[in-house]
């Protein structure tokens, strides 16, 4: 039996007399909620006002996205209001999921502000992806939607639902489908991920932020179908081995002990130095891959400095980008020795996130000559008109033979409302 009639057969919708003008109610079921299921499942149900015809479409759409943090910033310093939206968000959630009849899902997004008092209705809302074969699961419960919360509040990852503690059988077949898995402020255990990893044939994308339970991960073995690998801000992470895989794109902490090795398709790669400013220490745990990345990032919290290191040829390198943040005006050049190292590279994006900085007179240091003969596009953020940054842009413009384009943007890089605060409110909000 073709998928349309099968489709038709499972609605049983009620047709309705539609006028010819409305061609779109005219179409068949499936593509009615092939079109809808491009839309967040808000934007969905508001199409059952329509007309009869329309009523029960959207409870078949195979995506639900419940994203709702658009309100969160107007609420982020209020508990009693942050308390009440999450109330609603629950009592939303559940309404929408007793209405659905779809029997697979392509995609369940759960993306709010969201703890460990939300436990056991998220529990319920896991079980209703896994029991529809879901293949895109994502759990962002961001405090405000931006930033990852204390551990100690974060909402725990069912390891029961898996049958790792042997209370419940596993349902293998549940698990087969799932090929993007991201988890943000969610506290997840290695033992948990793993199974991920070894049970889901097709997982393609794993992506964990802010867990506090995270402690050793292994990704091994040539049959992962693993790609991208993003773990990010679990300060309680001591071990990330990463072998014979074919993995392409990796995000880490450089204060993580990565074990990398064997890995010849990864060709992207984003280190974040945190406190470790020093540029060799932040390259240390990719030194075995340098040579075959086409793109790197490097996010460091206290600049870049080179110290007494020579680094080897980055001989495919194409883009490079350096986030750092700049308290002073320390010297940027130290990013030029990876640049003089890259002899393919494209593309540079420097991102510079400070609060007050200070313009200081003083010469610009003069660097060696180094021909720079495929760069064409340069990207400076968080311009202030330093001598550190005009230094760097002078060092472009001597150098840079093929130079198309620099952009440069002036505002501040930062966005969140939490990196704004002052000491004393960061403390008073970090219980919650």
Same mark, same amino acid.
């Given at each position: 039996?073709?998928?349309?009639?099968?489709?038709?057969?499972?609605?049983?919708?009620?047709?309705?007399?539609?006028?010819?003008?409305?061609?779109?109610?005219?179409?068949?079921?499936?593509?009615?909620?092939?079109?809808?299921?491009?839309?967040?499942?808000?934007?969905?149900?508001?199409?059952?006002?329509?007309?009869?015809?329309?009523?029960?479409?959207?409870?078949?759409?195979?995506?639900?996205?419940?994203?709702?943090?658009?309100?969160?910033?107007?609420?982020?310093?209020?508990?009693?209001?942050?308390?009440?939206?999450?109330?609603?968000?629950?009592?939303?959630?559940?309404?929408?999921?007793?209405?659905?009849?779809?029997?697979?899902?392509?995609?369940?997004?759960?993306?709010?502000?969201?703890?460990?008092?939300?436990?056991?209705?998220?529990?319920?809302?896991?079980?209703?992806?896994?029991?529809?074969?879901?293949?895109?699961?994502?759990?962002?419960?961001?405090?405000?939607?931006?930033?990852?919360?204390?551990?100690?509040?974060?909402?725990?990852?069912?390891?029961?639902?898996?049958?790792?503690?042997?209370?419940?059988?596993?349902?293998?077949?549940?698990?087969?489908?799932?090929?993007?898995?991201?988890?943000?402020?969610?506290?997840?255990?290695?033992?948990?991920?793993?199974?991920?990893?070894?049970?889901?044939?097709?997982?393609?994308?794993?992506?964990?932020?802010?867990?506090?339970?995270?402690?050793?991960l292994q990704v091994i073995g040539p049959s992962l179908e693993l790609k991208h690998l993003e773990i990010w801000r679990c300060q309680c992470l001591e071990?990330?081995?990463?072998?014979?895989?074919?993995?392409?794109?990796?995000?880490?902490?450089?204060?993580? =002990?990565?074990? &990398?090795? %064997? *890995?010849?398709? #990864?060709? $992207?790669?984003? !280190?974040?130095?945190?406190?470790?400013?020093?540029?060799?220490?932040?390259?240390?745990?990719?030194?075995?891959?340098?040579?075959?990345?086409?793109?790197?990032?490097?996010?460091?919290?206290?600049?870049?400095?080179?110290?007494?290191?020579?680094?080897?040829?980055?001989?495919?390198?194409?883009?490079?980008?350096?986030?750092?943040?700049?308290?002073?005006?320390?010297?940027?050049?130290?990013?030029?020795?990876?640049?003089?190292?890259?002899?393919?590279?494209?593309?540079?994006?420097?991102?510079?996130?400070?609060?007050?900085?200070?313009?200081?007179?003083?010469?610009?240091?003069?660097?060696?000559?180094?021909?720079?003969?495929?760069?064409?596009?340069?990207?400076?953020?968080?311009?202030?008109?330093?001598?550190?940054?005009?230094?760097?842009? =002078?060092?472009? &413009?001597? %150098? *840079?033979?093929? #130079?198309? $384009?620099?952009? !440069?943007?002036?505002?501040?890089?930062?966005?969140?409302?939490?990196?704004?605060?002052?000491?004393?409110?960061?403390?008073?909000?970090?219980?919650?």
């Amino acid at each position: 039996m073709g998928k349309r009639q099968q489709l038709s057969i499972n609605f049983a919708l009620k047709k309705c007399p539609c006028t010819q003008d409305d061609r779109i109610s005219q179409l068949p079921d499936d593509i009615l909620v092939h079109i809808l299921s491009f839309l967040t499942i808000k934007e969905a149900t508001y199409t059952s006002v329509l007309s009869k015809r329309w009523l029960p479409v959207w409870k078949y759409i195979p995506r639900l996205d419940f994203d709702a943090t658009e309100p969160l910033h107007q609420v982020f310093f209020n508990h009693k209001l942050r308390k009440m939206h999450m109330k609603k968000y629950v009592r939303w959630v559940n309404r929408t999921l007793h209405k659905c009849e779809v029997h697979k899902l392509d995609q369940f997004r759960v993306c709010f502000d969201l703890n460990k008092f939300a436990q056991h209705e998220i529990d319920k809302w896991l079980e209703f992806a896994f029991a529809r074969q879901v293949q895109r699961l994502e759990l962002d419960l961001l405090k405000g939607g931006k930033e990852t919360r204390d551990f100690d509040y974060c909402y725990t990852f069912p390891a029961q639902l898996l049958g790792l503690n042997h209370k419940l059988p596993p349902l293998w077949h549940n698990f087969m489908s799932v090929k993007v898995l991201l988890l943000k402020s969610v506290n997840v255990t290695g033992e948990v991920l793993e199974f991920f990893l070894h049970n889901c044939p097709f997982l393609e994308e794993m992506v964990v932020h802010g867990s506090g339970t995270l402690v050793n991960l292994q990704v091994i073995g040539p049959s992962l179908e693993l790609k991208h690998l993003e773990i990010w801000r679990c300060q309680c992470l001591e071990s990330l081995k990463i072998h014979d895989t074919n993995l392409v794109t990796l995000v880490a902490s450089a204060a993580t =002990k990565l074990l &990398l090795s %064997n *890995a010849p398709m #990864l060709i $992207k790669v984003e !280190i974040v130095g945190a406190f470790r400013p020093i540029l060799k220490d932040i390259l240390a745990p990719i030194s075995g891959v340098l040579s075959q990345l086409e793109v790197l990032k490097i996010t460091s919290s206290d600049g870049l400095r080179l110290g007494n290191y020579k680094f080897p040829e980055f001989t495919k390198l194409k883009k490079f980008v350096v986030h750092v943040f700049s308290w002073r005006d320390m010297s940027l050049l130290g990013c030029t020795h990876v640049i003089g190292a890259a002899p393919l590279l494209e593309e540079f994006e420097l991102k510079l996130v400070w609060f007050k900085p200070l313009r200081v007179k003083r010469e610009c240091k003069k660097m060696v000559s180094c021909p720079l003969r495929h760069l064409k596009v340069i990207r400076l953020c968080g311009y202030f008109g330093r001598t550190c940054e005009f230094e760097l842009v =002078k060092y472009f &413009l001597e %150098n *840079a033979i093929v #130079l198309e $384009k620099i952009i !440069i943007d002036p505002r501040s890089q930062i966005v969140t409302p939490v990196l704004s605060l002052s000491t004393i409110e960061m403390e008073q909000m970090s219980t919650c």
